[in-house]
């Protein structure tokens, strides 16, 4: 998987843009605030139509323009693949194009180009609360199950109304009668989410076990424990079940959420913890190991995406290496000696030897 040209129109502080890069490693050097992440930002959205950084998409077009246009040439699945994004300020929706034909949704360029990001505040992710680690799990997911992407925007519109159902009773009594219809649908969809995420972290930490291992020398052993609703047993049962779980749980919450003018309960609300030997990273664990623990899930997330298409992600490294010691230098660089790699720095002699070097100052090519 290689994305081999890059032209980006009025993206961030872009206002036009073409770049060719190597099949390997790419280092992206310059001083802070020219544009080193907004070009890693480029890449991430291109393939996934998600970005890291903003909320709004009006925050990722230049200022002053009325649209941002992201296109890339890219070779996978083994053939050359083009992928195309045109976004809008206010409401007018994005457009997605794959190799010249207009496309209704995401799903339909899934597989053409993945990336796996790793940036500083994913290095204290284990240390951080509930909501950065699953936003580390759902971007992985969005990109290897694209049902899953689908389920989880379903979600959060379902989240939202309900919530504000949960608002509006105050003034409005008569809303509740509709809140059994949002309830029921929010634990179908729900239990969506807990079955793939049951099985994604499986998966993640048994992978992330080897890399952790080969790290530490064996000397710990790496576990990783997904936690939902205290209703659900077993993560791994069937949906139905799932769901017929998660209804009692929202139903013990019932008054609390009418107090409280919120949505209480559900697989919003899950976390993912890490141990190593039996002791809990988040609570007890030092910044060393906390660092290499976020080390291993990203590489095991990188090596999920290989084994599910096939191909090597395109992996983004932002700003990440100045963050660690040399001996976990040492290891990330061992570990990208295979596929595409974007590396920020701000230090240009500093990584110069890996491969292609790319100056940006101010939103320009040096």
Not at 339 to 352: A, K, N, Y
């Amino acid at each position: 998987m290689e994305l081999r040209e890059l032209k980006l129109r009025n993206f961030r502080n872009y206002e036009d843009l073409a770049l060719e890069f190597d099949p390997g490693v790419n280092l992206i050097v310059g001083q802070n605030a020219q544009g080193k992440t907004n070009l890693l930002e480029a890449v991430a959205y291109l393939g996934s139509g998600r970005s890291f950084r903003a909320q709004k998409t009006g925050e990722m077009i230049r200022f002053g323009a009325d649209f941002a246009d992201i296109e890339g040439e890219i070779f996978s699945q083994e053939r050359a693949q083009s992928l195309r994004w045109v976004l809008f300020n206010g409401s007018r929706p994005r457009q997605i194009w794959r190799n010249g034909a207009k496309k209704k949704t995401t799903a339909e360029i899934s597989g053409v180009m993945s990336t796996v990001l790793f940036c500083p505040e994913d290095l204290m992710v284990l240390k951080s609360g509930a909501s950065a680690r699953r936003r580390l799990g759902d971007s992985a997911l969005c990109q290897l199950r694209p049902n899953y992407d689908a389920a989880l925007a379903e979600y959060n519109r379902i989240l939202e109304q309900k919530n504000r159902i949960l608002k509006d009773h105050f003034e409005n009594p008569a809303v509740l009668e509709i809140l059994p219809e949002y309830n029921a649908r929010l634990c179908q969809v729900g239990a969506l989410l807990i079955s793939y995420r049951a099985r994604f972290y499986q998966s993640l930490g048994q992978e992330a076990a080897k890399f952790h291992g080969a790290f530490s020398g064996g000397a710990e052993n790496f576990s990783l424990e997904y936690r939902t609703v205290s209703t659900v047993s077993d993560p791994f049962a069937p949906v139905a079940q799932l769901t017929d779980d998660l209804q009692t749980h929202l139903e013990s919450h019932y008054r609390a959420e009418l107090e409280s003018g919120n949505c209480l309960t559900g697989p919003h609300k899950d976390d993912f913890a890490v141990s190593l030997s039996g002791i809990d990273l988040k609570a007890y664990g030092s910044q060393g190991q906390t660092r290499t623990a976020a080390i291993s899930l990203k590489l095991a997330q990188r090596e999920l995406h290989r084994r599910e298409f096939g191909e090597e992600p395109v992996l983004l490294l932002d700003d990440v290496l100045s963050e660690l010691d040399p001996a976990r230098q040492d290891f990330v660089l061992n570990q990208i000696k295979t596929g595409q790699v974007f590396i920020t720095c701000c230090e240009p002699g500093r990584f110069t030897k890996l491969g292609k070097t790319i100056e940006i100052e101010k939103g320009t090519i040096v």
